[in-house]
């Protein structure tokens, strides 16, 4: 049954195999002894299916390959349309849970967001949400990860390796306030979590698990702690609609900046606190943010951050039972 793993799984397959957590559940899988099969645009070779988003995938594909457990991590980012985003990321995604139930997978595991929440308002949470939905409808496992970091800020990818090269700029934009509380979760300890489900050693509710250190982090904070030790960048605060209509005006014109309008609308339009109820109770303990020291190899000091409570988000179905059918909710530059 989907979403319910037995033990240790022979063959996996990984969309978005080439991005920073792709790659990285690749390499963890194949350590392990299983046979990886890479689903990317760039995928060649026996050990791959050639996917892109919106174009589906052919469950006799994943017949012959074997496909114990799929590992849905792939998202178009160079959308900035909902009609496309939501044929190509969401119907994409749809395609494909459909495709691997049919096919008799075991497993699969949608890696969402922590910022797929209702209520949310950005397009990329929109699409998320609604990806989590077609995954449940398979009986799939939902993980919400946060802002996924790694030890060494330059090996980095996605908004977290965006983040990093920004921060050595002499000078650094700050939206609005820059007090937004961050939550992040280390890449080693997502893929631990994403191979237990897969293994059947972590055995999520039906409800979406969120995957991130409870402790937040300010905005700000972060961007300092990432230029260090090098330098502090002086910090220039903006008004958040002037950096979204900036961001969306290059956006127009295809000028790439590294960084999305709906990222600001994501990080301004935040949402509950995440609830780390579930992550406990399955034993799971995800390290607080550490800044890497790279003179030295090691991780110092956590960051950590007083910011006023906030409501968390609902960890069970019936504490979400309100939320309206079609609900479309917004993410934040985390995952």
Known sequence: MPGG????VDVVAVTGATGFLGSRLVDAFRRRGCRVIAMSRSSDGDDSIPFRLGLGVSRDALRRG???????????????????IDRINVGGSRLL??????????????????????????????AKLETEDAAQGVGAV???????????????????GALAAAARRPILPIIGSGRYPQYLVHIDDLVDVVIGVCEGTISPAQDPLIVAAPAPVVFT???RRLAEPQRSPHLVRVPWRIV?????????TRLPLGFRSDSVTSLVHHGPAPDATTLARLGIACREFLK?????GMCVEPLSAELPPRPRIPSTESE???????????????S
């Open 221 to 223: 904070d972060l961007v």
């Open 5 to 8: 793993g037995d033990g240790d």
């Open 142 to 160: 939902v993980l919400r990860p946060g802002l996924i970091w790694a030890d060494d800020p330059d090996t980095a990818g996605g908004m977290f």
């Open 66 to 84: 074997g496909v114990r457990a799929l590992v849905h991590c792939a998202y178009d980012f160079t959308l900035t349309r909902w009609s496309e």
């Open 244 to 252: 979204r209509a900036g961001l969306r005006a290059a956006e127009l």
């Open 97 to 126: 849970f459909e495709a691997a139930a049919a096919a008799g997978v075991d497993t699969i595991v949608d890696v969402s967001s922590i910022s797929a929440f209702p209520g949310a308002t950005s397009l990329y949470g929109r």
């Open 320 to 334: 979400g039972a309100d939320r309206a059918p079609g609900h479309v909710s917004a993410i934040s530059p985390r």
């Open 292 to 296: 890497a020291d790279p003179g030295m």
